[in-house]
């Protein structure tokens, strides 16, 4: 009777064992805690087709994970995937609306409303954006940054700046600008996409080549400018502000998204649209 009463024990011991071990299932599967800090593994990039209701992305593992798509300035929808397209002997290897049928990447549709014909697109998963507010953002065709913001930066970048000109705005002090640096002796051309704050100013720098054909892009003549580029989402989290960006050349869109760090900005994630007249 005693080694009865004594493994019936053992059993009740190890069976509370299992509730309390820190490796349980309900432990082990749970939820990381939420953070407002993009991933560029849950974003990818794509563009719209000529009807602005069919969306190619340009990622393919696993397609099926993105369900909403964002573009300028800042609008957000759900898409639903149709399937992977591959790219026919016809195409002519340009990612644009013209070829779009003929391209290779992975179908989404709209499930209602259209998007701009050739607009290029932001594709994320579910929570990619978790903790981020998407800001009302209005792209400027004119207008400058005041004078004390120029003195300021000046006094970062520590070099005087040669023109200067608004690519858009939140707010008359949320506002994001291009400023070329001018440039002496050895140093090599300078740009910067600055982003001006109520707490200070977040600046991602653009270092070109001493070419003057091609500066900043391939074949862009020794030009940069704020009508060059468009910002496509604004949102702002609790480590700052976050901006999509593309940037129009010669031979197509580059394409960024950049989250603050600081005065700074982080590379998310970064991508392109071969675009090239033909």
Not at 19 to 41: E, I
Not at 133 to 154: D, H, M
Not at 218 to 226: H, L, N
Request: hydrophobic share 35%.
């Amino acid at each position: 009777m005693k080694k009865i009463l004594a493994m019936a024990m053992s059993i009740l011991i190890a069976g509370s064992m299992l509730f309390l071990s820190p490796t349980t299932p309900a432990q082990a599967g749970a939820k990381p805690a939420a953070t407002d800090q993009l991933q560029g593994s849950k974003l990818t990039f794509g563009y719209v087709d000529s009807s602005g209701q069919q969306l190619l992305g340009f990622d393919t593992k696993n397609p099926k994970r993105y369900i909403k798509a964002i573009y300028a300035p800042g609008l957000r929808t759900l898409i639903h995937y149709e399937k992977h397209q591959k790219g026919s002997e016809s195409s002519t290897g340009r990612q644009t609306a013209y070829n779009f049928d003929q391209d290779n990447g992975e179908r989404y549709r709209l499930p209602a409303g259209k998007m701009p014909s050739n607009a290029s697109i932001v594709l994320a998963e579910k929570d990619t954006f978790t903790g981020h507010q998407f800001l009302t953002y209005t792209a400027l065709t004119k207008g400058a940054f005041s004078s004390s913001t120029v003195r300021s930066i000046e006094k970062i970048k520590q070099r005087k700046i040669a023109k200067q000109s608004l690519i858009g705005q939140v707010s008359s002090d949320i506002q994001i600008g291009l400023v070329q640096f001018t440039q002496t002796g050895k140093q090599l051309p300078l740009a910067s996409l600055v982003l001006t704050t109520p707490t200070g100013l977040v600046i991602h720098d653009f270092v070109g080549h001493k070419d003057k054909s091609s500066t900043w892009r391939v074949d862009d003549g020794g030009e940069i400018d704020a009508s060059m580029f468009n910002v496509l989402f604004v949102t702002k989290s609790k480590s700052g502000y976050s901006l999509g960006l593309e940037w129009i050349g010669y031979e197509g869109y580059a394409l960024k998204i950049l989250q603050q760090e600081k005065n700074h900005f982080r590379m998310v994630l970064e991508g392109s649209r071969y675009t090239a007249p033909l």
